[in-house]
């Protein structure tokens, strides 16, 4: 079982940054990307951002093409931490963001998920 914890959101600009992370706790060996998802009111969930976590450092990285070039994805896995930095903010990005860990071993794959953050446009 892996528990995951978000942290960061909360109210910002439009053209601001802000910093999430998410806290990953519990058995991490089956755990090969973890990332951050988001969800719009009204709207389905969608990847914003992943990376792998098969190396000790590093790992490769991907982005939805709304938030390329503004967020960055990384990790740190001594701690067992993922941060989204969220740069030049705008309105779209307000929703609720969840951290996701891939487990796979196997033939069993499965995502688990935090609680959710909410990043709310105070423009």
């Known amino acids: 079982q892996v528990q995951l914890v978000e942290s960061g959101g909360g109210l910002v600009e439009a053209g601001k940054s802000l910093n999430l992370s998410c806290q990953a706790s519990?058995?991490?060996?089956?755990?090969?990307?973890m990332g951050w998802y988001r969800q719009a009111s009204g709207k389905e969930r969608e990847l914003v951002a992943s990376?792998?976590?098969?190396?000790?450092?590093?790992?490769?990285?991907k982005y939805a093409d709304s938030v390329k070039g503004r967020f960055n994805i990384s990790r740190d896995n001594a701690m067992n931490t993922v941060d989204l930095q969220m740069n030049s903010v705008n309105p779209e990005d307000a929703a609720v963001y969840y951290c996701?860990?891939?487990?796979?071993?196997?033939?069993?794959?499965?995502?688990?998920w935090g609680q959710g953050t909410q990043v709310t446009d105070s423009s």
């Open positions: 519990g058995n991490m060996y089956t755990i090969k990307s």
């Open positions: 990376i792998t976590t098969t190396t000790t450092s590093g790992g490769s990285a």
């Open positions: 996701d860990a891939w487990s796979s071993y196997l033939s069993d794959n499965y995502a688990y």
